[in-house]
């Protein structure tokens, strides 16, 4: 299967990985694992005043600050990803990544809101699932 993991670097990231590695069954190393982090763009005008060359070296650096231990932790388990970073609103940029790249599952933590939650905070979790083509798989 090919496989999309949604990180950021959170608990729930952590929790869902450690349910990855548990279940071999499922989710062996035979898979083809990508990992995804997806940081929100600066404002126009932050972006302006410090260059094009400087944002896109901070969003570089944001996501290896998550994509790192990612790494590490699923090397340790015998899983070697591809990492993946954009920038964009979360939801919406992990639904077209797993359609566009034709994956058979996304796998993501979630932070575990309600539904007044997800109505006043919104959640990337209910973007993707309303957004994405393939089965999601949320763990909490």
Known sequence: MKILLAVDGS???????????????????NNDFTAITVQSPLPPRARAA??????????EDEAAKITGPVDKFLK???????????????GEVIAKTANSGKFDMVIMG???????GNLVLGSVATRVLAHCTSPVLIVR
Do not use: C, P, W
């Not at 952590?14 to 990855?20: F, G, N, P, R």
């Not at 410090?50 to 969003?59: E, I, P």
């Open 11 to 29: 608990e729930y990231t952590k929790k869902m990985l450690a349910y990855l590695t548990t279940h071999d069954e499922l989710f062996g190393a």
């Open 50 to 59: 410090v260059g094009a060359d400087v944002a896109n070296q901070y969003y």
């Open 76 to 90: 340790r388990h015998g899983i070697n990803a591809k990492l993946v970073h954009k920038t964009g609103a979360a």
């Open 110 to 116: 979630s932070h575990g809101h309600g539904a007044l």
